[in-house]
């Protein structure tokens, strides 16, 4: 069974720095397209940005030029570095990864998500 896991969430004031990590375990053969959500109170879960399974990078509007998306493949490990924070970007943030897991075979993984509060 595969699982990813994020960490790095915190409280931060407006214009601060934040960065996440999502670690993919257990039994699998590849990790392919992984990448960052975010679920404000009383809104509907929004792509925050994601690697594509070629490798190419996608960014919602709201954060392009502020938050940068990375990955260590050695570490199965994906990286949010979000930079001049808003209030606005407070939200629990949730890792996503498409997995090719040794018994569960290809799908989708979800973490439990890790929050982001920034204070004006």
């Known amino acids: 069974q595969a699982q990813v896991r994020e960490s790095g969430g915190g409280l931060v004031q407006a214009g601060g720095s934040l960065r996440l990590s999502c670690t993919a375990s257990g039994s699998f053969y590849s990790i392919n397209a992984m990448g960052w959500y975010r679920q404000a109170p009383g809104k509907q879960r929004e792509l925050v940005a994601s690697?594509?399974?070629?490798?190419?990078?996608n960014y919602a509007d709201s954060v392009k030029g502020r938050f940068t998306i990375s990955r260590d493949n050695t570490k199965n490990t994906m990286y949010l570095q979000m930079n001049s924070l808003k209030p606005e970007d407070t939200a629990v943030y949730y890792c996503?990864?498409?997995?090719?897991?040794?018994?569960?075979?290809?799908?989708?993984?979800w973490g439990r998500g890790t929050q982001v509060t920034v204070s004006s």
């Open positions: 996503n990864a498409h997995v090719d897991a040794v018994v569960a075979g290809s799908k989708w993984y």
């Open positions: 690697f594509t399974s070629g490798g190419s990078t």
